[in-house]
Every structure is written in C-alpha cells, then in structure tokens.
C-alpha cells in the first residue's frame, strides 16, 4: 500500500460522530495528488522493461503497443479513487460504486463555478438579502483556495481558522435556540452528517428545509442563497457554485442557488461569512435573523 493510500486510511478510519460530538475529533487530512503520477523503484522497472520484451517476442508488437498504451488506465483509476477516499465521508458514500457515480456526474458538471446562475422563472422574494437591507460585502483577500469533489466538494488549501470554526458552530446553535420557532440544528440533510441549520417552514424547497451546513474535515460551508445574494458572494471571491448546481435535472441533487463559502481565516473574515449565511436564511425561510459571533464566543473558543 502507497503512503498516500495509507494516510488516506488513517484519516477515514473513524467512527461516525453526531454533530454534537463532530467539534470534539481531529480535523480529517486532505490529500490529493496528480491521477497520471507513477512510481517505480528499481526492480519494478526492471519487471516492467522485462514483461515488455517478453510480450514482443510472444504477442504481435501491434497488441504489445496497444496494451502499454491502456496500461496506465488502472493506475489512472486507482489515483482518482483514492483522491476520492482523502476527500471523506460526505453526501456519496466512501465505496467503489460512489466513486463510478461521481465519476459519471462529472460530465455535466459545471465548467465555470464563478459565472452566477442565470434565473428565467419568477423567483420570490424578488429582491435578494442585500440589496433590501442595503448591505454589501467586502472583497476577499488573496485568490481563491483550491477546491475539489462534488459529492463530497472540499477545500485543500488555505485552511480556515479552528477557533472561528468552533465560534461559527456555537453561533449557529444559539440562532437556532433564540429563534426556536422558526429554526433547528440538526445532521446535514445533503451531507448525511456534519452540523446543519434548517428551517422549520421554507418558503424556497431545499432538503429539509437546510439553510447551511458545515464541514468539520476543511471549516468550509454549503448554503442556498437568493440569485442576487449568491452573485455578490461570487464577484466578491467568498464562494463558488457547486459543480451540480444546474438546475433542471440535477435539482435532484442539490438546488440551483447551492454554493460553497471558503472556510473563515480570522474574526473579520468569520464576521462576512455570517452576514452570508443571514443571507441564506433569508431566501430559505424568508426572514431576516441577526447571526452575531459574541466576543465571548471567539474568546471561549481561543480557550480551547
């Protein structure tokens, strides 16, 4: 076994968590690497150059050059599946029939994650979270981080803070605790694990009702945002659509308006991916809710 692949066991060889207990575990690692990397020690080139000569001299050199030329094949498939396995557990399942149903959506995936969504049908509310409460965000700094997957879809560089990742998910269960009437945290409805926030009466169908959801391997987040709000998040670096977010049959999947926002780095960069996931709120439930990161909370946080 590679020691990519046995990283990649390490990381998933985990019991299944609640999303109570998810704050406790270790940050999952990572790992992705080029589909087309080989590596041969010393006596494997020699086998390799020895089984070509062999072949020449019993096969037509024909077929021998046909089958050095589909040779890499299973080498290409079992990199891209392992790449798979580093991305964890997280809306497909960690199998080998997952990975074949990934690797077959990835023919309609979005080619341009960054270009909003264009929107023919009526949409209520008409008027997305920011232009009605005269709100706007600032530019991200620095590029975009690197993102990879679709189901699951994670981020491998410019890790997000822990501490704001921990303030994050004790914000979002006091917002749903001061407004038990109208929201709930629960486990993930699209990522079948991980904290989620959902809304008890939608106005805008997504699963469940979810709003958000975080993830505990990166600190990165899903949501579904109003057209007008999910363009803003994009021209302003902060996120990105998901690669199934199409519409049409793929809704089958995940909404037209689901997108990723970048894991927070510090307290102001937290603070914008507050105002975005109140944004969400909106558009799911059609109600405007104060999501504040407390000093304490961030301070309590830095305590652990």
């Known amino acids: 076994m590679s020691t990519s692949t046995q990283s990649t066991m390490e990381c998933l060889l985990q019991p299944p968590v609640s ?4 704050d406790d575990t270790p ?27 062999v072949s020449i001299q019993i096969l037509r050199p024909s077929l021998t050059c046909t089958l050095i030329a589909l040779s890499p094949i299973p080498l290409i498939v079992y990199n891209d599946y392992d790449n798979f396995l580093s991305l964890g557990p997280g809306g497909t399942p960690s ?27 009526k949409i209520y509310p008409a008027i997305g979270y920011y232009p009605r409460t005269q709100s706007w965000l600032p530019k991200r700094q620095g ?13 491998t560089d410019q890790p997000g803070c822990p501490k704001m990742y921990r303030a994050l998910r004790k914000s979002l269960e006091n917002l749903s605790e001061k ?12 990522e079948k694990k991980g ?25 990165s987040m899903h949501m579904n945002l109003h057209p007008d709000d999910a363009k803003v998040v994009l021209e302003m ?3 990105e659509r998901h690669p199934l977010a199409k519409g049409g049959w ?19 960069e937290l603070d914008v991916v507050c105002r975005i996931v109140e944004a969400a709120g909106f558009w799911v439930s059609g109600e405007q809710f104060d999501l504040t990161t407390e000093k304490n909370l961030v301070l309590d946080a830095q305590k652990i």
């Open 19 to 22: 999303p109570e207990s998810e």
């Open 27 to 53: 940050m999952m690692c990572i790992t992705q690497h080029p589909v087309l990397q080989v590596t041969l020690t010393g006596p494997g080139l020699l086998l390799a150059i020895f089984g070509i000569v």
């Open 95 to 121: 199998t080998f029939f997952g990975y074949l149903k990934i690797t077959c959506l990835r023919i309609f995936a979005l080619s341009d994650p960054y270009t909003p969504a264009i929107f023919t049908h």
């Open 143 to 155: 590029p975009r981080p690197t993102i990879v997957g679709i189901a699951p879809q994670r981020q």
């Open 179 to 190: 407004n038990s009437q109208s929201l709930r945290v629960a486990m993930s409805c699209f």
């Open 195 to 219: 904290l989620a926030l959902f809304c008890k009466h939608p106005i805008n169908a997504t699963c469940r009702g979810e709003i958000c959801h975080v993830h505990h391997s990166d600190r």
């Open 237 to 239: 670096g902060w996120g």
């Open 250 to 268: 793929m809704s089958r999947y995940v909404p037209k308006e689901f997108i990723m926002v970048y894991a927070p780095r510090d307290r102001e």
